[in-house]
C-alpha cells in the first residue's frame, strides 16, 4: 500500500475518532423490537467516508500524475495575467481558462489546447483532470511520446504488461489527456497507434483533452486530419509567454517601473 492510501487508514488521533460508532465501524438502529431492523447491523457513516476517501486515493493514483502537481496545477492557482504578458496574450489565458472550466464540468468532445512552451497548457490539463477525479471520475494523462514508450516495451519478453490490456485502458478510459501531442517520432506505427486511439475515441464519444506546441494546422497525416475538423475538436490557442522565463518577467517589470516614472 502507497504511503498516500495509508494516511487515510490511519486514526487521526490516540483516541476514539468517531462518536457514532466508537470506531468499531457498525451501528444499530434504535427501533422498536419487531421492526425489520431490530437486530441488524449497518455500516457506519464513518466507513462511507473511508471508502469515498479511499476510491480517491485509487482515482488519483490511476490517474498517472504525481500528487504533487494537482495539487498545485488547479484552476484556482492559474493566472490569466502571464508572464510579461500583453493585454492580447491575457484575454487568450482567459479564454483558455473559461473554455477548460467548462470542459471539467461536462467533458464532451475533445479540447485541444496549443501554444508555446510554459504558457499554462499542461497546468489546464491537468486542472482538468484533477476536477474530475475530485467528482469520482476516472482520469488518465499521459505524456504522448512516454505513451509510444510505454506501448512499444510491452512486446518485450521481459514485459509484465500486456499491450492488449494498455492499449485498451488508453483508448476507453472516461477522460484521457494527452500532452504535448506532436512531440512524439513520426514513424508510420506511431502515426496509427495515436490515430486509432484518437478515432477510437470519437466513435465511442470519449471526451479527449490534448496539448501541443505545433501549430494545429501543421500537424500532418491521419492525425493531423482529424484534428482539423473544427466540427469535432475545439482548438484553443495561448499566445502567452513562458511563464518560467524569468528574463521575460525581469524585462516586463522594467517597463512597467520606467512608466511610472
Known amino acids: 500500500m502507497s504511503e498516500g492510501a495509508a494516511s487515510y487508514l490511519e486514526?487521526?488521533?490516540?483516541?476514539?475518532?468517531?462518536?457514532?460508532?466508537?470506531d468499531l465501524g457498525w451501528v444499530r438502529r434504535p427501533v422498536p423490537l419487531g421492526h425489520r431492523d431490530f437486530g441488524e447491523v449497518f455500516p457506519c457513516r464513518c466507513q462511507e467516508t473511508l471508502a469515498d476517501r479511499n476510491r480517491q486515493v485509487l482515482l488519483?493514483?490511476?490517474?498517472?500524475?504525481?500528487?504533487?502537481?494537482?495539487?498545485?496545477?488547479t484552476f484556482g492557482s492559474f493566472t490569466?495575467?502571464?508572464n510579461g504578458a500583453t493585454?492580447?496574450?491575457?484575454?487568450?489565458?482567459?479564454?483558455?481558462?473559461?473554455?477548460?472550466?467548462?470542459?471539467?464540468?461536462?467533458?464532451?468532445?475533445?479540447?485541444?489546447?496549443?501554444?508555446?512552451?510554459?504558457?499554462?497548457?499542461?497546468?489546464?490539463?491537468?486542472?482538468?483532470?484533477?476536477?474530475?477525479?475530485?467528482?469520482?471520475?476516472?482520469?488518465l494523462f499521459t505524456i504522448v511520446p512516454d505513451l509510444l514508450d510505454h506501448l512499444r516495451a510491452t512486446f518485450r519478453p521481459t514485459s509484465?504488461?500486456?499491450?492488449?490490456?494498455?492499449?485498451e485502458q488508453v483508448r476507453s478510459v472516461p477522460l484521457l489527456l494527452l500532452d504535448d501531442l506532436g512531440?512524439?517520432?513520426?514513424?508510420?506505427?506511431?502515426?496509427?497507434?495515436?490515430?486509432?486511439?484518437?478515432?477510437?475515441?470519437?466513435?465511442?464519444?470519449?471526451?479527449?483533452?490534448m496539448t501541443t506546441t505545433v501549430d494545429p494546422d501543421t500537424l500532418s497525416g491521419a492525425v493531423g486530419s482529424r484534428l482539423k475538423d473544427s466540427t469535432l475538436v475545439q482548438v484553443i490557442p495561448i499566445t502567452a509567454p513562458?511563464?518560467?522565463?524569468?528574463?521575460?518577467?525581469r524585462s516586463r517589470r522594467g517597463s512597467e517601473a520606467i512608466r511610472r516614472q
Not at 487521526?12 to 466508537?22: A, K, L, Q, V, W
Not at 512531440?183 to 486511439?197: F, G, R, V
Open 242 to 249: 513562458d511563464y518560467r522565463d524569468k528574463a521575460t518577467r
Open 183 to 209: 512531440s512524439e517520432s513520426s514513424t508510420p506505427w506511431a502515426q496509427e497507434k495515436l490515430y486509432q486511439i484518437i478515432v477510437h475515441r470519437h466513435n465511442a464519444r470519449l471526451p479527449t483533452v
Open 87 to 139: 493585454s492580447i496574450q491575457q484575454n487568450s489565458l482567459t479564454t483558455a481558462l473559461t473554455a477548460a472550466t467548462a470542459f471539467a464540468e461536462t467533458p464532451e468532445g475533445r479540447l485541444l489546447l496549443s501554444g508555446d512552451t510554459g504558457c499554462g497548457k499542461t497546468h489546464l490539463a491537468v486542472a482538468i483532470a484533477g476536477y474530475r477525479i475530485s467528482s469520482g471520475s476516472p482520469a
Open 160 to 167: 509484465s504488461v500486456d499491450y492488449d490490456q494498455l492499449f
Open 60 to 73: 488519483e493514483r490511476y490517474s498517472g500524475l504525481p500528487a504533487e502537481m494537482m495539487r498545485f496545477m
Open 80 to 82: 490569466s495575467q502571464g
Open 11 to 22: 486514526p487521526e488521533s490516540d483516541g476514539i475518532s468517531c462518536p457514532i460508532c466508537n
